[in-house]
């Protein structure tokens, strides 16, 4: 298979990189004969936001698992925060589990349908839900307009309020790093300016944020980086210049479609 090349902006390269990061370095995965992920590398910043943008089938949801370690890659090294993990993973040492530090919202949501959203918010803090806990998720609830319907079972609210309850679950959890795949993609206008505000403070609060996104104007307009993956390969990586001014000709074409179909 002939290498393609990857065209790197400043903003996303693993230089000089600050010790406290999420970063993969050339981390690959395969599932049977097919190559889902080939040597990819890039770092998810504290108090940045990290747009992973590409076509649907592009692996992109693969690499959430692989960040999280919920489906770990096959090669390659990932670091947290100065832990370094190095694949395949020995099986005869512990590793430490990389969650709650690092947490995941996929797009399929994951909430238990026998419990109520208050309850599928509040389970993953088992019988850590202190004083401060819970005012962080009263706090969230207000925030994200979830009074009316908190104590709803999810076959009793929209999809969208669904989205927002998965969210505000990651986030009571006080991650430092929170991995978001499609959070805008049942929402409607007023909702996703609504996600736009809070990413900005999560991002201002110090987490890092990757957010999987097909909306490229929400990408420009919160992200720090952005990272172009296509059939496991990162074809291009830097500043959001990369939807304005892509270099690589499959992202310039990417990007045109993509404002044609908007």
Do not use: C
Request: glycine share 6%.
């Amino acid at each position: 298979m002939v290498a393609q090349q990857i065209h790197s902006r400043s903003v996303g390269a693993i230089s000089a990189a600050p010790v406290r990061e999420l970063s993969v370095h050339s981390i690959s995965k395969r599932i049977g004969a097919q190559t889902i992920l080939s040597d990819v590398s890039f770092a998810i910043n504290p108090g940045e936001i990290t747009a992973l943008i590409g076509p649907s089938g592009a692996g992109k949801t693969t690499l959430l698992k692989a960040l999280s370690l919920l489906d770990p890659p096959d090669s390659g090294a990932l670091n947290l925060d100065g832990y370094r993990y190095e694949f395949p993973l020995s099986k005869r040492a512990a590793q430490p589990t990389p969650w709650p530090k690092v947490t995941v919202v996929f797009q399929q949501l994951f909430l238990w349908p026998h419990l109520t959203l208050r309850s599928n918010i509040l389970l993953p803090l088992g019988d850590k839900l202190t004083p401060a806990k819970q005012a962080l998720f009263e706090h969230l609830i207000e925030r994200f307009k979830m009074g009316e319907f908190i104590d709803r079972y999810p076959n009793q609210a929209s999809l969208g309020q669904r989205q927002r309850a998965a969210l505000v679950r990651a986030m009571v959890l006080e991650p430092s790093y929170i991995l978001l795949d499609e959070i805008t993609s049942s929402l409607d206008v007023e909702q996703v300016a609504s996600i736009l505000s809070e990413l900005r403070v999560m991002r201002d609060n110090g987490i890092g944020i990757l957010l999987v996104t097909h909306l490229l104007q929400f990408a420009k307009e919160v992200a720090n980086s952005v990272v172009f993956l296509e059939r496991g390969t990162v074809l291009e990586s830097g500043s959001t210049e990369i939807i304005t001014n892509p270099v690589h000709p499959r992202v310039k074409q990417f990007v045109a479609m993509a404002q044609f179909a908007s």
